[in-house]
């Protein structure tokens, strides 16, 4: 089993940054790939960000791309989402997941944190 906390969101203002922290507990992060996914009020969760299992290969939804980083620190058992140049459509709560299986981005992710809302004003 592994569990999953994020931190690290709030309220900020269009343009400006904010950065996603996922620590996990159990079993090491260090044997799943691991994926973050956002969903905002009426809309299905939706994949923004996977990273492998060594770091070495990234995914983003090209809604994000070229604004957020993903990272991953396996010996901290924590994963990370660098957000730049906000805008209010990324409001939204922000999940971490772990263990995706064969598509890193689907929602067939086996382990999910709980959440943080991310809320970006105009």
Same mark, same amino acid.
């Given at each position: 089993?592994?569990? %999953? ?12 940054? %904010?950065? %996603? $922290?996922?620590? #996990? ?24 960000? /996977?990273? &492998?299992? $060594? ?5 983003? /939804? ?6 957020? &980083? ?10 990370? %989402?660098?957000?730049? $140049? ?5 409001? #939204?709560?922000?999940?971490? /997941? #772990? ?6 981005? $689907? ?16």
């Amino acid at each position: 089993q592994v569990q %999953l906390v994020e931190s690290g969101g709030g309220l900020v203002q269009a343009g400006g940054s %904010l950065r %996603l $922290s996922c620590a #996990a507990s159990g079993r090491t992060t260090g044997s799943y790939a691991m994926g973050w996914f956002r969903q905002a009020p009426g809309k299905e969760r939706e994949f923004v960000a /996977a990273i &492998t299992w $060594s770091g070495g290969s990234t995914y983003y /939804a090209d809604s994000v791309k070229d604004r957020f &980083t993903i990272s991953r620190d396996n010996a901290k058992n924590t994963v990370y %989402l660098q957000m730049n $140049s906000l805008k209010p459509e990324d409001t #939204a709560v922000y999940y971490c /997941a #772990a263990d995706p299986g064969d598509d890193y981005r $689907s929602r067939g992710y086996r382990y999910w944190g709980q959440g943080t809302q991310v809320t970006v004003s105009s």
